[in-house]
């Protein structure tokens, strides 16, 4: 018999007065690891996330031979990049439910030499990565889907990438082109890439450039819809990871539902993330917020005011939106989301039935949602929040609970894929010690 869910209860709190540093980025993270694991020389890397996404990641790169040194419970690794060359050409490779692994792995890959199989959880092998494999195909790999729908399991039997130009579609998921541009210095000759129709979540791929940047490969940007990437190689770098914005913006949105104010150390409007951008939702909602040069500052509305938004460039924060919005006056409209479907658990249409047990109505639509606050703020009483086994969901509908007597978490421990910490962080933000 399968042992139940755990359930957690979420007590309330206000007048929040609380000072936080969120744990490192898990995609700044992995996005390092894979260029610190293909450069020349060794790199360090600090800040590094200790979350089930990453150590999957760090997992995987060992099995292909990569030599990664120090504790990540610390933070800090050590990498020693094998020059495009990893010391194991033939491996079967688990990343559960890790979407930055599997793709920025199979593209990694793709570049190298060997046969690899990468497979993962029950949802994994509903997640799209056919268009990831289609245009690494084009560039001369033999990289093959074995679920329906182009899903993984994934087999890349690799004699590295030949260059030339290749096209992929950027509707589902900007990490295909990440993916496509951390590997493609690695081909024989130049890339050109040219996405297809939207790019949606365009500030992910901005950070990927960042960070190549940073590890000695500088791609020319004039139009993210048409890239030419030069042969290149890696250079070994001590690197530092700033704080997880995506994890920041629970923080940032407990004084607009608890009143009071959070700050949140070590991020900027000059982070490399693009979900820094969800504190301007949250004034346009009427929300004090201050930037410092390491800090960004959300104090409670005088009146909080439901938005119509389109939060195609920080979709990861959707959720986080929607616990706001249920005590906002007036609707909120969301949208340019659809590929939030396609994530841990449909993003959409799973979100509207959690929020609906508040008393809210929730209007559905392809790419996103319209929430009407209940006509009160939800009633005492238990509520009990199904996650999904998705991390966004468990600490975005923890937050009703601050201001809503009764709410229930079932699942919490499924922040463990990126913030395993999460319930005890928002315990200390809002001067609980339970």
Not at 10 to 19: E, G, K, V, Y
Not at 71 to 84: F, H, K, P, Q, W
Request: aromatic residues 4%; negative net charge.
């Amino acid at each position: 018999m399968q042992k139940p869910l755990d359930i957690l209860s979420i007590p309330t709190a206000s007048a929040l007065d609380a000072t936080i540093r969120p744990p490192g980025s898990k995609s700044i993270t992995n996005r390092a690891l894979i260029c610190a694991a293909l450069a020349q020389g060794q790199s360090t890397l600090h800040g590094v996330l200790d979350s089930e996404d990453t150590r999957v990641m760090i997992d995987a790169l060992r099995a292909i031979g990569i030599s990664i040194g120090g504790d990540v419970e610390s933070g800090t690794l050590t990498i020693a990049g094998c020059d495009g060359r990893p010391p194991v050409d033939q491996a079967s490779l688990f990343v559960a439910n890790s979407g930055t692994t599997v793709r920025f792995l199979t593209a990694m890959l793709a570049a190298c030499q060997g046969e690899f199989r990468l497979d993962g959880a029950t949802r994994m092998r509903e997640r799209p990565i056919g268009d990831l494999a289609a245009a690494l195909n084009q560039l001369g790999a033999s990289v093959k889907t074995e679920s329906a729908g182009g899903c993984p399991p994934v087999v890349v039997r690799a004699a590295g990438l030949a260059g030339g130009a290749a096209q992929i579609r950027g509707n589902i998921s900007s990490q295909f082109l990440s993916g496509l541009l951390m590997a493609a210095p690695y081909a024989r000759a130049p890339v050109e890439l040219r996405v297809e129709g939207e790019l949606v979540s365009q500030p992910y791929v901005h950070m990927t450039l960042a960070v190549m940047r940073s590890f000695g490969v500088a791609v020319n940007v004039a139009d993210l819809n048409q890239l030419r990437l030069p042969v290149g190689r890696y250079q070994g770098q001590d690197y530092a990871i700033e704080p997880d914005a995506s994890a920041a913006s629970y923080f940032w949105a407990a004084p607009a539902i608890a009143g009071g104010q959070v700050t949140v150390a070590g991020l900027s409007r000059a982070s490399l993330q693009g979900d820094v951008a969800f504190t301007d939702v949250l004034h346009q909602m009427g929300c004090q917020v201050e930037h410092g040069s390491d800090f960004i500052r959300v104090s409670a509305a005088k009146r909080l005011q439901g938005v119509t938004v389109n939060m195609n460039a920080i979709s990861d924060t959707v959720q986080t939106l929607a616990a706001v919005a249920i005590f906002a006056e007036g609707p909120t409209t969301i949208t340019g989301v659809a590929h939030n479907r396609h994530k841990e658990t449909d993003r959409i249409a799973d979100l509207a039935t959690e929020l609906r047990k508040t008393g809210a109505t929730v209007e559905e639509f392809d790419d996103g949602l319209k929430i009407t606050p209940p006509t009160a703020p939800p009633a005492s009483g238990e509520i009990i929040f199904d996650t999904y086994n998705d991390h966004r969901m468990a600490m975005s509908l923890a937050l009703i609970g601050l201001r809503t007597p009764g709410v229930r978490i079932r699942d919490p421990g499924c922040t463990v894929k990126t913030y395993p910490n999460y319930f005890a962080d928002l315990a200390r933000v809002t001067q609980r010690t339970d």
